[in-house]
């Protein structure tokens, strides 16, 4: 393993900046703290999980697939390189069971192109960042097991740097990194994760909930209580590092040129499931609200959750920002009690 000390980290980044964009923690002009492209004044290693995670990299809120120019289509791959500066643990595990699921049955030739061209650099937790992470319980967290091209770990005046890949150790040349014995360093990383594991509480409601959910106990008068809250406004589905719904769309610009675009979609909203002919599967917002969390917890694909519990990286976001707390800890939690 290698060191860096923390007041070198700057640059690192000024170093890095220099060969593609720097995505990293920055704070707004009205103090929050968000994944924003590398600077100065902005960049700061104080900060917890920002409201959003960092896949809008692969899979932005909206991007042009097609170009029309006089009725002929002409498919438009965008993509750069892209270095993501301290993405937390659950949201590399957001990634990857992202990118496996966009990958799994056909190549998704969009996403494909920008994963090619991303660097990934965690930031261990050294505790956890709010009262609602729960990542121990899914497995994702607080130090990423792998995918990662480099992790640090924060020691106080340096960091230790675990090194994931061979694009991970590329990006280390020319920066003033120290040595470390591995033995010394295995221990310094273990007593790390101890103690941030510690800090994480375990939320057993969740393999209760996934018991009750593939043993069909949670009756439809529950999910009717959770659908009577929901006001369909989508933040879950927003903020989750997981959710990969998208629609496409056609934006005419005149006759015989426009655009054809593909935009986050969330299954909450009435209109996802309706089909052609007006007939809609989900009619109402107790069946959308139960299979948002059935895929999550029970109806997900095997190899997409990659080493995680299940569909959910246990980030706590949909809890922190759903406005009639309804996020997934309070989900498990009523289904377990019942």
Known sequence: MKTL???????????????????????????????????????????????????????????????VKNHQYREVIQAKKVLIFGLRACDLMGLRQASHFMMRDREDVYYQAKQNLTSTVVMACPQAQNETCFCTTMRSGPAAGKGFDLQLYDMGEEFLIEVGSTRGGELLLGLPCGEVDDAAAAKQVKAFQQKAIKSVKEVPAVRSAMKKLEDRKVSEEDWNDFGAKCIACGGCSFVCPTCTCFNVYDQPVSSGNGLRLRAWDACLYGGFTREASGHNPRPNQALRLKRRHEHKLLDYHREDIQDGLCGCVGCGRCSDYCPVHIGTLEVVQAIAEK
């Open 5 to 67: 000390a923390k007041k070198d980290i700057r640059q690192a980044l000024r170093l890095w900046a220099e060969k593609q964009d720097v995505l990293c923690p920055v704070k707004t002009e009205q103090g929050d703290c968000i994944f924003g492209t590398f600077s100065e004044e902005a960049f700061t290693l104080d900060y917890q999980k920002p409201p959003l995670s960092p896949k809008s990299v692969l899979f932005p809120q909206a991007e042009i697939i097609f170009d």
